[in-house]
């Protein structure tokens, strides 16, 4: 038998194969974001860090 025979066997004998998760996990990330005070065109005078 499959794995996904097995869990459907357990399920349809009321047993959870899968927990349910009830809470949303929390969400981690991290963001960088670079602006400008005005409008640029050239690429010379900027650097990254």
């Given at each position: 038998?499959?794995?996904t025979g097995g869990r459907?066997?357990?399920e349809l004998r009321g047993i959870?194969?899968?927990p349910?998760?009830?809470m949303e996990p929390t969400r981690k990330g991290i963001a960088v974001t670079r602006s400008f005070g005005?409008?640029?065109r050239s690429q010379r005078g900027?650097?990254?860090?």
């Open positions: 038998m499959t794995v459907t066997v357990y959870s194969s899968l349910l998760e009830l005005a409008e640029h900027r650097r990254d860090d």
